[in-house]
């Protein structure tokens, strides 16, 4: 969760890539991702991008990662050696962890 809020800001209100593709253009450019305009603008709803959001994480073998709470290992993953906001998503993934066990504590109470 830690590094999906990053990349879909605190809010889940970010849906747009900040790479600044038109529809056409990814189709251009990523061509194995978007094999039309109608998919990349897909991917800038709400359920589009975290379907897409979803899917990458998936593809990339970062579940396995997520479910070690290994954060740094699925930045890597995601970003390369960049580890900008590293703290951000430590910070939302021991946010979410302490808010589903307060959760569960109140469903079991």
């Known amino acids: 969760m830690g590094q999906f809020l990053v990349e879909a800001g605190s809010a889940l209100n970010e849906t747009v890539e900040n790479l600044h593709y038109s529809?056409?253009?990814?189709?251009?450019?990523?061509?194995?991702?978007?094999?039309?305009?109608?998919?990349a603008e897909f991917c800038e709803t709400p359920d589009g991008a975290a379907a897409?959001?979803?899917?990458y994480l998936a593809a990339n073998g970062c579940l396995p990662l997520a479910d070690?709470?290994?954060?740094?290992?699925?930045?890597?993953?995601?970003?390369?050696?960049?580890?900008?906001?590293?703290?951000?998503?430590?910070?939302?993934?021991?946010?979410?962890l302490s808010?589903?066990?307060?959760?569960?504590?109140?469903?079991?109470?």
Do not use: H, K
């Not at 056409?24 to 194995?32: G, K, L, S, T």
């Not at 070690?68 to 910070?91: C, F, K, L, S, Y």
């Open 99 to 109: 808010r589903l066990r307060e959760y569960a504590a109140a469903a079991a109470g």
């Open 23 to 39: 529809a056409d253009r990814a189709c251009q450019v990523f061509p194995a991702l978007f094999s039309t305009p109608q998919a």
């Open 52 to 55: 897409s959001g979803c899917w």
């Open 68 to 96: 070690a709470r290994d954060i740094d290992a699925i930045t890597r993953r995601v970003n390369g050696e960049a580890m900008e906001a590293a703290g951000a998503r430590r910070q939302y993934l021991d946010e979410m």
